[in-house]
């Protein structure tokens, strides 16, 4: 990994090269100022020459510009929009902090920096980068597929109460053999809205499709940071496909989606257990080798929703495959 030090104290830069470097981190540049990074990273100027940097310790209090200011500058270049920034600050100037998040700081340490706690800030900096790369090349793959699937026109790949995109994208985007490393794990959610059926009948496709569209949102906000692929069906079902998601983690993200529709409070009477609209989930995870396997876990996921709805709804069924 390559981490770029900025501190006007020489002293303070070698101690921390040397705690990296004794913890493994071999590739650390220093800079003594703001202006002397940016010739290091390539900000104002396009020539191809900047440093890999996968990592920013950046102290706030600096002559001439300030790390917060410094923070700022960087920021605004694209090419370092997801390099996680550290700040490191004493702890008489906490007050600064708060400027230096809304210029686009991940973390901070403070002087003097305790061995244990740098690193511990550097690791989990780290594995910030690689979850946002991650979800980068994710929505990278899904634009691309987007792009090339038929010559469907737009309007036809979005279900209309929902704004989700159709059923049919999540099967054909599970289906493709390009888009899925063989083995890779995969995961599938399928959330139901208990007793919309039951609804319809009493009040309505209106009122049907108007708690959809609400609980749609939230599932969009829920699943906007982390690359996965919403989708919705026609009969209300809607599946979320979360490449390298392990078990525990599509569990968790299924239980936030249960959560945040709840948190709705939707009024719905015709649900006996709850005097608010609720979803049932149903989860699969696999490591399976072919787009037909994929697919499978899709009817598995449909078939462990179907089954938690028919026993109350409310709740959640989760399985390996």
């Known amino acids: 990994m390559n981490i770029l030090i900025i501190d006007d104290s020489?002293?303070?830069?070698?101690?921390?090269?040397?705690?990296?470097?004794?913890?493994?981190?071999?590739?650390?540049?220093?800079?003594?100022?703001?202006?002397?990074?940016?010739?290091i990273l390539g900000i104002g100027r396009n020539d191809g020459n900047a440093a890999p940097i996968d990592i920013i310790l950046l102290d706030i209090v600096m002559p001439e510009m300030d790390g917060i200011e410094t923070c700022a500058y960087i920021r605004n270049d694209q090419r370092y929009e997801d390099v996680p920034i550290v700040m490191v600050t004493s702890l008489d100037d906490m007050d600064s902090?708060?400027?230096?998040?809304?210029?686009?700081?991940?973390?901070?340490?403070?002087?003097?920096?305790?061995?244990?706690?740098?690193?511990?800030?550097?690791?989990?900096?780290?594995?910030?980068?690689?979850?946002?790369?991650?979800?980068?090349?994710?929505?990278?793959?899904?634009?691309?597929?987007?792009?090339?699937?038929?010559?469907?026109?737009?309007?036809?790949?979005?279900?209309?109460?929902?704004?989700?995109?159709?059923?049919?994208?999540?099967?054909?985007?599970?289906?493709?053999?390009?888009?899925?490393a063989s083995g890779e794990l995969v995961s599938v959610i399928a959330l139901v809205i208990d007793r919309l059926d039951a609804v319809k009948s009493s009040q309505g496709?209106?009122?049907?499709?108007?708690?959809?569209?609400?609980?749609?949102?939230?599932?969009?906000?829920?699943?906007a940071t982390i690359g996965a692929l919403a989708a919705a069906y026609r009969n209300g079902l809607i599946v979320i496909?979360?490449?390298?998601?392990?078990?525990?983690?599509?569990?968790?993200?299924?239980?936030?989606?249960?959560?945040?529709?709840?948190?709705?409070?939707?009024g719905n009477r015709e649900f006996m257990a709850a005097d608010h609209v609720t979803a049932s989930a149903g989860v699969v995870t696999g490591r399976v080798k072919s787009g037909p396997e994929?697919?499978?876990?899709?009817?598995?996921?449909?078939?462990?929703?179907?089954?938690?709805?028919?026993?109350?709804?409310?709740?959640l069924m989760a399985s390996i495959a």
């Not at 550097?122 to 980068?129: E, N, P, S």
């Not at 994929?294 to 709740?315: E, F, H, S, Y």
């Open 241 to 266: 496909v979360a490449p390298e998601f392990g078990a525990a983690s599509a569990e968790k993200l299924a239980h936030t989606l249960r959560g945040a529709i709840a948190g709705l409070g939707i």
């Open 97 to 180: 902090l708060s400027n230096a998040f809304i210029a686009g700081a991940n973390d901070y340490i403070t002087k003097p920096v305790n061995r244990i706690e740098l690193l511990a800030r550097v690791r989990a900096a780290l594995k910030l980068k690689s979850e946002l790369e991650q979800r980068r090349e994710r929505e990278r793959e899904l634009l691309n597929f987007l792009s090339s699937w038929g010559d469907r026109r737009a309007t036809q790949w979005i279900d209309e109460p929902t704004g989700l995109f159709v059923g049919e994208v999540a099967e054909a985007y599970l289906a493709t053999e390009s888009k899925f």
């Open 10 to 39: 020489e002293d303070h830069r070698e101690l921390t090269e040397a705690v990296l470097h004794g913890a493994g981190y071999k590739t650390v540049r220093n800079a003594a100022s703001a202006s002397e990074a940016f010739k």
């Open 294 to 315: 994929r697919a499978k876990l899709l009817m598995q996921a449909i078939a462990n929703v179907q089954r938690t709805a028919a026993d109350g709804g409310d709740r």
């Open 205 to 223: 496709d209106e009122a049907a499709h108007a708690i959809q569209a609400v609980v749609a949102q939230a599932v969009r906000a829920t699943t």
